[in-house]
């Protein structure tokens, strides 16, 4: 799997484009904001666009929701529980910032514990707490989490905007997130890459 990495919209969002090499396949995850690089980068290397997928519905992870989907038509595909954040503007109005419409998803991920992108296969964790039906997507064979705000380098995801439960969060990241393997390599919503073992160890909210 090829894992492209970008810095979208107004907070920097890691945004993570999925590619399945031999198939020509692909999956864009938490678009912050538009990109014409990596709409770009599509056509150039000949990538097909399945899906775009968002981890949870804050305006920051889905900033470039429309953009995309008007770009390839890929559909968006969501916990069923983030729909109603997704179509409403993200929460943005919380903070003041304006946002643009998303569409509203065509794909409930809360129905499925795999999706496939080409010939690569990322199960569908289910990891409530910074938002109710927030995901975060394993790919085995590479060892790689995709976890949106759950979990940041030494760091974890806020719970005090609307939806936000920090005992849900701590029990997600303990019970969900800590038992995959040490190895793991923690591909976050924000900030650089971690892995499981030293999450475990040196996270002061969670170490055990």
Partial sequence: MLIKKYSLGHIQTN???????TQKKAAIVDPGDKSSQIIDFL????????????????????GGNLFFSEKTKAPIAAHKEEY??????????????PSEESPQPAIDLSEMDKISVGGITLDIIYTPGHTPGHISLYHKESASLFCGDVLFHRSIGRTDTPGGNHKLLLKS???KLFTLP?????YSG???????????RENPWVAF
Avoid: M, Q, W
């Fill in 15 to 21: 945004s993570f484009l999925l590619c399945c090499e």
């Fill in 43 to 62: 056509y150039k290397e000949g990538y097909e666009l399945l899906y775009i997928i968002n981890t949870h519905g804050h305006f920051d992870h889905i």
């Fill in 84 to 97: 109603a954040l997704i179509t409403s503007g993200g929460g943005a109005s919380f903070f003041g910032i």
């Fill in 173 to 175: 990241i303990r019970e």
């Fill in 182 to 186: 040490d190895e793991t390599i923690v």
């Fill in 190 to 200: 924000h900030g650089p890459e971690t892995r499981i073992i030293e999450e475990k």
